[in-house]
C-alpha cells in the first residue's frame, strides 16, 4: 500500500511562486508513475503533470496544457517525494492539487494524497 502525503500550498499573489511537495511511503518509488492534478470548485478534477520512469534513471515528464512553461514537475527518489514547482501563478490557478501514485507506466492512477489548497489571490 502506497501512502501519499503532500505539502507546501498556501495563499499567493498572482504572479507568484509556490512548490509542492508529495511524499510517498510504501512500495517502489522510483519505477512508480507519479502524477499532479487539481480540482476547483464547482469543476472536475483535471490532470496537471506526470513523471513516469522510461529506462536506466531516466525519466520524462508531460503537462496539461494550461501549466506549460510555468510549472515543472521533478522527483528525489532518495527522499520518495515528487514536486510541482508553480511559477507565474494565475488566479485560473487555484485549486485543490492532488498527488496520485501508480506501478503501471500506462495504467490508471491507483493511490492518491489528501490534497494541499492553493489559492493565487489577485
Known amino acids: 500500500q502506497v501512502q501519499l502525503v503532500e505539502s507546501g500550498g498556501g495563499l499567493v499573489q498572482v504572479g507568484g511562486s509556490l512548490r509542492l511537495s508529495c511524499a510517498a511511503s510504501?512500495?517502489?518509488?522510483?519505477?512508480?508513475?507519479m502524477g499532479w492534478f487539481r480540482q476547483a470548485p464547482g469543476k472536475e478534477r483535471e490532470f496537471v503533470a506526470t513523471?513516469?520512469?522510461?529506462?536506466?534513471?531516466?525519466?520524462?515528464?508531460d503537462y496539461a496544457d494550461p501549466v506549460k512553461g510555468r510549472f515543472t514537475i521533478s522527483r528525489d527518489n532518495a527522499k520518495n517525494t515528487v514536486y510541482l514547482q508553480m511559477s507565474r501563478l494565475k488566479p485560473e490557478d487555484t485549486a485543490v492539487y492532488y498527488c496520485a501514485a501508480t506501478a503501471v507506466a500506462d495504467g490508471e492512477y491507483d493511490y492518491w494524497g489528501q490534497g494541499t489548497q492553493v489559492t493565487v489571490s489577485s
Open positions: 510504501g512500495g517502489t518509488f522510483s519505477r512508480y508513475k
Open positions: 513523471t513516469r520512469w522510461i529506462g536506466t534513471n531516466t525519466y520524462n515528464a
